[in-house]
């Protein structure tokens, strides 16, 4: 159920799509000098680029103050983002190097994919052992210097016109978060994924004026896969994968249900055995299956 914006790169990461999008005008704010984007001179390292001094300037803020490429920036090519300094967007990704970075003060010196002059280089991505850099961009994808990761948050639809997307939006409401960790991609030296966490939340539709929640959390450079699921006004289960939680869900709710005294062989209908069972098979859905 992983959706994620990952374009392959050969010079430059293609966003044209979202080239000709309006871009919202910052407006500059007066900001304490320990937060200021350029508030060092010269950039730490670029002493050996023979860069000349720069002064201190009030610039578009983003939280977190000054910032320092990370050491895998400095191991080849990878995936710079193009974040606006005044909204945080990664505008785009291009493949870049170290000395790109330094050679212009870490910003972009013109125009690009709606991003104006003097947008921010932030590094994002490692490439893979084949050379291939990748990254993601796009409206949802936004840039965090307070600790130098992106985030990329989405929902999951499914066109109704789709066999079988009906029934899956019926079952409820999916929002998805990425957040990305530059160091941690292509860890394996084959997919940029190594550097996610994602957080999927499933929150069913009522039945009978209850709900249930699903929370996953995947850690691709951990490879942890925790599942929690929530239901309304009545118990919570924790499991550490997701296979787990296929396996023993259904058994789980039904001990429960037994252990506060409920008859679970024929339960009255739209009562509130049924209608945990109802929601129990929500979750089994999400993945695509039916409850065991």
Wanted: hydrophobic share 30%; charged share 20%; net charge negative.
């Amino acid at each position: 159920m992983l959706s994620r914006l990952v374009l392959t790169l050969a010079m430059l990461l293609p966003t044209s799509a979202w080239a000709n999008d309006a871009t919202p005008e910052p407006t500059p704010e007066p900001t304490p000098s320990s937060s200021l984007e350029w508030d060092q001179s010269p950039i730490p390292g670029s002493e050996n680029w023979g860069q000349p001094e720069r002064t201190l300037e009030t610039v578009f803020n983003i939280s977190g103050g000054s910032y320092t490429p990370p050491p895998e920036a400095s191991q080849g090519v990878g995936g710079w983002a193009i974040v606006h300094p005044g909204t945080g967007v990664v505008h785009g990704v291009i493949v870049a190097t170290i000395e790109t970075y330094y050679a212009n003060n870490g910003r972009m010196q013109i125009e690009y994919m709606g991003c104006p002059a003097g947008c921010l280089l932030r590094f994002q991505t490692i490439a893979t052992s084949d050379g291939n850099v990748a990254g993601w961009a796009g409206p949802d994808v936004t840039y965090d210097n307070s600790d130098q990761t992106f985030t990329h948050k989405y929902s999951i639809n499914c066109p109704d016109d789709i066999p079988g997307c009906t029934e899956f939006n019926a079952n409820g409401s999916t929002q998805i978060t990425n957040k990305i960790t530059p160091s941690r991609t292509s860890s394996n030296g084959v997919n940029i994924e190594t550097g996610l966490v994602t957080q999927s939340v499933f929150t069913s539709s009522q039945v009978n004026g209850l709900a249930v929640k699903l929370t996953r959390i995947q850690d691709f450079f951990n490879r942890t896969d925790l599942s929690k699921v929530e239901y309304q006004d009545w118990e919570s289960f924790s499991y550490q994968t997701s296979s787990e939680m296929l396996d023993n869900l259904s058994s789980d709710v039904e001990a429960s249900l037994i252990l506060e005294g409920y008859e679970t062989e024929e339960p009255q209908e739209d009562g509130f055995v049924d209608t945990i069972k109802k929601l129990t098979d929500r979750v089994f859905k999400f993945f695509g299956g039916s409850r065991s």
